[in-house]
């Protein structure tokens, strides 16, 4: 039927009902989908990831040949990726001794959410960073004694010393199958934390409250952080950057090099990796194979059901957006308990007190104590865990779990000694990809401190 045999009331109806599906087709694709479905796996020319898997290995040195602008440094805390990257394969995690001590600054009112990390090495001595430099930069701000005026009454009060500074250890993660995570939409992720909700909320008006509450969403610029322990990165382009500038003090077209704490004005070289190094160097490492879920014999098949019972699914979620067995969510929760009344417990009571004056961290931004849903997927070749590697077991990583996981702590411990097993077993077939490359040169895992 041509239009123009239509009324004019006829081609508006029509008009009508076209619009009309459209939006019901937006409203679904909105609330019912988790946008494109993926239909293969990150890829890129054999040419580019070689060309990435030398620099991802490559010993950086000073004025090194490779670069572009003056090479390692001036601080960084390893002369190559592959030297913290290298459990179960080239690509892993790393053990404890190549954490790092990140901090954040809550002391200047021009800059009141300062972040980093005290890099462990640096090309100048005079640069070297330590603790008690970072201290020294921004000490204790001391006790006072405020008087307010409310009428004709005035009142005094005294503010204790608050100390500015707080830090963690940081532990390095595998970048297995981090090429898929970079696929997720962040349709998919924020769909999720809404359903979860609803359904919580729906729950609640039951008078039924012992489930995980709801993680964050963190949106930083690009869209919902899905990369590093904070959700800082929403793309992993951001995160190999970041990780280039603040890791091996390798400037990139995006992020220059980290600047000495006790330099801020260091004027940083030209970009080390120019732009072909560096799409190659991001080619690799979104091409590194993604771990896998090893064949379950019956004991394993219980113990994954157990998983999901026990509540373990709810944050550590099997599949997101098209992307199977990753087990996360990628939303921020609080993994400790609160400090006692009375007691010190800086990653919860981390704010100043207001009559500092000092500016607060706005609402988006992680408190220290909430930490990204890691993915599991290969957990069972990257021991020790938690964010900053405290648990040396699976089962210690459990009984860690406390603050908005401890209702499900509290059913794992419930569980039978043998159910306990079923489970952890369970865990034991995540495994890192069995066709993960090996180092080319083992000993580049001793490098970092030479």
């Known amino acids: 039927m041509r239009l123009s045999h239509l009324s004019p009331s006829g081609v508006r109806r029509l008009v009508g009902f076209g619009f009309l599906g459209i939006t019901v087709v937006a409203a679904y694709w909105s609330f019912f989908t988790d946008g494109f479905p993926i239909l293969w796996g990150p890829s890129a020319s ?166 995980v509450p709801v993680g964050r969403v963190r949106h930083v610029r690009g869209g919902v952080g899905k990369f590093g322990w904070k959700a800082q990165f929403a793309t992993l382009s951001e995160f190999v950057a970041a990780a280039c500038a603040n890791e091996l003090g390798l400037g990139t077209p995006t992020v220059a090099q980290a600047k000495p704490l006790s330099m801020p004005q260091h004027s940083a070289s030209a970009p080390d990796l ?23 014999d019956q004991a394993t098949a219980h113990g994954k059901k157990l998983f999901a019972t026990t509540g373990c699914a709810v944050c550590h979620v099997p599949d997101m957006g098209g992307v199977k067995i990753v087990y996360s969510d990628f939303l921020l929760y609080t993994l400790e308990d609160p400090p006692p009344p009375g007691s010190s417990g800086d990653r919860y009571d981390s704010e100043p007190p207001p009559e500092l004056l000092l500016p607060t961290r706005s609402e988006n931004e992680p408190k220290p104590a909430e930490w990204k849903t890691p993915p599991l997927w290969g957990v069972a070749d990257s021991a020790p865990y938690l964010h900053d ?18 209702t499900v702590t509290e059913k ?21 990809p069995p066709e993960a490359s090996q180092l080319s040169n083992p000993a580049v895992t001793r490098l970092a401190s030479r």
């Not at 040396?392 to 996981?405: E, R, V, W």
């Open 412 to 432: 794992f411990k419930a569980l039978s000694a043998s159910d306990q097993a079923a489970l952890l077993s369970f865990l034991g077939t995540l495994k890192a």
């Open 46 to 211: 054999a040419s580019e990831i070689a060309e990435g898997r030398e620099l991802f290995e490559h010993e950086w040195t000073p004025n090194d040949p490779l670069a572009h602008g003056d090479g390692l440094g001036p601080v960084f805390n390893a002369r190559s990726c592959a030297a913290c990257h290298f459990q179960g394969g080239l690509g892993g995690g790393g053990a404890t001794e190549h954490n790092v001590l990140s901090y954040e600054i809550l002391s200047r009112l021009d800059d009141p959410s300062t972040h980093g990390v005290v890099h462990n090495f640096s090309t100048d001595p005079q640069t070297k960073e330590t603790l008690g430099g970072l201290r020294r930069l921004h000490p204790i701000i001391k006790s006072r004694t405020v008087v307010t005026n409310t009428g004709q009454c005035a009142m005094s009060k005294t503010i204790p010393d608050f100390d500015p500074v707080r830090t963690e250890t940081i532990q390095t993660t595998a970048l297995f199958g981090v090429g898929w995570i970079d696929l997720i939409s962040d349709r998919a992720i924020l769909r999720h934390a809404r359903n979860r909700g609803i359904r919580q909320a729906a729950r609640e008006m039951q008078l039924e409250f012992d489930d």
């Open 389 to 406: 590697g405290s648990a040396p077991t699976l089962h210690s990583a459990i009984m860690k779990h406390q603050g908005d996981a401890k």
């Open 274 to 296: 120019d732009r072909k190094q560096f799409r190659s160097l991001v080619a690799f490492v979104k091409t590194l194979p993604k771990p896998v879920e090893a064949e379950a």
